[in-house]
T-cell receptor, first 111, second 111 residues
Framework: RKEVEQDPGPFNVPEGATVAFNCTYS??????FFWYRQDCRKEPKLLMS???SGNEDGRFTAQLNRASQYISLLIRDSKLSDSATYLC????????????FGSGTKLNVKP | EAQVTQNPRYLITVTGKKLTVTCSQN?????MSWYRQDPGLGLRQIYY???????DKGDVPEGYKVSRKEKRNFPLILESPSPNQTSLYFC??????????FGPGTRLLVL
């Protein structure tokens, strides 16, 4: 079983739509959770860290559900510029310096 | 400007010809890491380093070597490259295991 699993998509949504991605992780003892954004052929960039209490940054909201072992990312009022691949990242429960990346969820926002 | 640099950005080589991909960061980060990214598999950690002279294996270390003689540099060495090492490689750095800053990537083709 993969450490981190994501729906690869693509999610095709119109501008202004609200879209949500989920990511499941296999080890309940993982401590750090992140969402990264990756544009085509570019390096990943941090979008948000994910905290137990949930956190929001403008149009983006991230939630952590430890009981069900998933994290989510909600994007409201989608913009064309949100089109990218979104990567879920979890650290290893045995070694916090090791990180596992999901294979990414592709989002296409259309006019 | 705070950044992670990698060289070369693109490399075509032949099986068995030793190569080194350099990585340098100017943010005084203790933690540095190498990843490879392959379609459908996401980013997989090759090696990481907690500080000078401290390195450890990630999930896919076979066929790779690293060294950390200076804080700012973390080269990735392929002693005898094989075609299955054709991939997109990213170097990353951070304070501890938190937000990682990625280099622009190195596209390697091994013939």
């Amino acid at each position: 079983r993969k450490e981190v699993e994501q729906d690869p998509g693509p999610f095709n949504v119109p501008e202004g739509a609200t879209v949500a991605f989920n990511c499941t992780y296999s080890n309940s003892a993982s401590q750090s959770f992140f969402w990264y954004r990756q544009d085509c052929r570019k390096e990943p960039k941090l979008l948000m860290s994910v905290y137990s209490s949930g956190n929001e940054d403008g149009r983006f909201t991230a939630q952590l559900n430890r009981a069900s072992q998933y994290i989510s990312l909600l994007i409201r009022d989608s913009k064309l510029s949100d089109s990218a691949t979104y990567l879920c990242v979890v650290n290893s429960a045995r070694n916090f310096n090791k990180f596992y990346f999901g294979s990414g969820t592709k989002l296409n926002v259309k006019p | 400007e705070a950044q992670v640099t990698q060289n070369p950005r693109y490399l075509i080589t032949v099986t068995g010809k030793k190569l080194t991909v350099t990585c340098s960061q100017n943010m005084n980060h203790e933690y540095m890491s190498w990843y490879r990214q392959d379609p459908g598999l996401g980013l997989r950690q090759i090696y990481y380093s907690m500080n000078v002279e401290v390195t450890d294996k990630g999930d896919v270390p076979e066929g790779y070597k690293v060294s950390r003689k200076e804080k700012r540099n973390f080269p990735l060495i392929l002693e005898s490259p094989s075609p299955n090492q054709t991939s997109l490689y990213f170097c990353a750095s951070s304070y501890g295991g938190e937000t990682q800053y990625f280099g622009p990537g190195t596209r390697l083709l091994v013939l």
